[in-house]
């Protein structure tokens, strides 16, 4: 009697499913050794992740001291962009964390600015006002005036950047204007978002 080709290759298929269910049903269940194994490999591949992540990507931060209020408060935790200022720029108006340009002892190595100048602007303090350009510089994250004597004009450096804290109120925040334009190589990268505490949580 002839068996068609096709019933053939059939129930050579069927009878393979059979034989792999068959495995499987009587394959042995793992250790706890693999088990252990296999966990602490998915960590260690979570942790390089986290850690480029890290290196290039983004970082967290907190807020020390007073010099931003209001708009950040002390011991605030920032998720800080750091790859932005490896493809672009600094601009007006950001939040950078700068190495400390003229740290004191039992500062931190690193600071938390608002960037007012870049490249080729001119900055002027007069009256308790604040100018970018000759033009007066509208600051709605700030509460009070600059109390402190006029400053400038000055020029921002090729390659630099002048920056301030929010809070203008006397010798509340050790910026630019005693320290001088820094280089734009030392910002470490552009605050982005407070993501502590949970009342807190928003972009800046």
């Known amino acids: 009697m ?29 250790g706890w ?3 252990l194994l296999d966990w602490l490999k998915s960590l260690a591949v979570a942790v390089v992740v986290v850690a480029v992540l890290k290196l290039f990507v983004f970082d967290l931060t907190i807020v020390e001291g007073i010099s931003m209020e209001p708009t950040l408060r002390t011991g605030e935790r920032l998720l800080v962009n750091k790859i932005g200022y490896r493809l672009g720029g600094p601009a007006r108006g950001d939040i950078a964390v700068l190495v400390d340009p003229a740290p004191a002892y039992g500062d931190g190595k690193y600071i938390v ?14 009256g308790g006002v604040l100018y970018v350009n000759g033009e007066r510089l509208v600051e709605p994250y700030t509460d009070v005036a600059i ?21 203008r109120r006397s010798g509340a925040s050790k910026d630019s204007r005693s320290f001088g334009t820094v280089p734009a190589g030392s910002l470490l990268g552009k605050a982005e978002f407070i993501l502590w505490p949970i009342p807190r949580w928003k972009k800046i």
């Open 2 to 30: 002839n068996i068609p080709a096709e019933t053939m290759e059939a129930d050579d298929r069927h009878a393979g499913r059979r034989e792999r269910s068959r495995r499987r049903r009587g394959a042995k269940p793992k």
């Open 33 to 35: 050794r693999e088990e």
């Open 113 to 126: 600015k608002r960037i007012i100048g870049v490249t080729g602007d001119t900055i002027e303090i007069r």
């Open 147 to 167: 109390a402190s004597p006029d400053f400038g004009p000055l020029t921002v450096e090729p390659g630099k950047v002048f920056v301030m804290g929010d809070n």
